[in-house]
């Protein structure tokens, strides 16, 4: 099973959330591969603890201008599908 990216996380007793993100395979994996981190920062959960884990794809960020956008836009199509698309994102800009 590939490992992925999780994001584990709880609340101590004061109100404070901490956070962890690991690789595991697993959700069990990594809880015990966060609890290991807390642990090592002088924060383990308490065995009552509720951990919240969430497993992440990978994530990409683009950041695109606007001019770019319509830049884009009114430049040549490649195929008859990105002109479909084309037309369709332009007919919502002008919505």
């Given at each position: 099973?590939?490992?992925?990216?999780?994001?584990?996380?709880f609340?101590?007793?004061?109100?404070?959330?901490?956070?962890?993100?690991?690789?595991?395979?697993?959700?069990?994996?990594?809880?015990?591969?966060?609890?290991?981190?807390?642990?090592?920062?002088?924060?383990?959960?308490?065995l009552?603890?509720?951990?919240?884990?969430?497993?992440?794809?990978?994530?990409?960020?683009?950041?695109?201008?606007?001019?770019?956008?319509?830049?884009?836009?009114d430049?040549?199509?490649?195929?008859?599908?990105?002109?479909?698309?084309?037309?369709?994102?332009?007919?919502?800009?002008?919505?």
């Open positions: 099973m590939p490992t992925r990216a999780c994001l584990v996380s609340t101590d007793p004061q109100g404070f959330r901490h956070s962890v993100e690991v690789q595991a395979a697993s959700l069990f994996e990594a809880v015990v591969l966060a609890t290991r981190a807390f642990r090592e920062h002088r924060c383990a959960p308490a009552v603890s509720r951990l919240e884990g969430e497993v992440k794809s990978p994530n990409v960020t683009h950041i695109v201008s606007l001019q770019k956008l319509h830049q884009w836009l430049g040549t199509c490649k195929s008859p599908t990105e002109k479909i698309t084309k037309k369709r994102l332009k007919e919502l800009l002008a919505e």
